[in-house]
């Protein structure tokens, strides 16, 4: 009776183990983590931030286009079309990848944030888009106005453009 017990707990144990087993290869597999999340930021090649102003003056008004590469990162600044600015700079791969970094770091990502702005005129938008090695894009944007966020570019936005400012030598001054 003792050796039938011992066999049948032995048993349980090896059956347990093995199920125990095939349930963390699974969860392993099927989990949805940083390596997800790293592959959709993987081999980006060219990254474009759009800032658009508010209905101001023209005096006043200061839209902004900052593209980035490897290499080089380049702003122009305008009023309402009239091209102000134009500066390029060189970047080494390390700031590019900063810049890659920060995409993930701030939750970059395409969303529908709401369906209505309830009318509301006069405030900011910002887009990102950017190209991957294999000619994949992602395009999204955003309009801020009366405090209610249109369109279907999630994430932090302002800490992911801050990113790109720092690389811009006077960047406050280019865009006064």
Known sequence: MKKSILIVVIISVLILC?????????????RKGDDDHDKVYSDIVEIEYRFTDASVPPEY?????????????????????DILVEEEYDINEKEF????????KNKIDKKKLSSD????????SE??????????????SVYHCAGIDAGDLSGNTGSFSNALKKLIPDFEELIK
């Open 18 to 30: 093995i199920s125990s087993a095939g349930l963390l290869l699974w969860f392993l597999k099927n």
């Open 61 to 81: 008004h200061r839209s902004y286009t900052i593209e980035v590469t490897p290499d080089s990162i380049s702003i122009k600044v305008d009023s309402y079309g």
């Open 97 to 104: 990848q900063e810049i890659v970094d920060s995409l993930a």
């Open 117 to 124: 702005n309830d009318g509301c005129t006069g405030g900011t």
């Open 127 to 140: 887009s990102i888009s950017y190209i991957k090695e294999d000619g994949g894009t992602f395009e999204a």
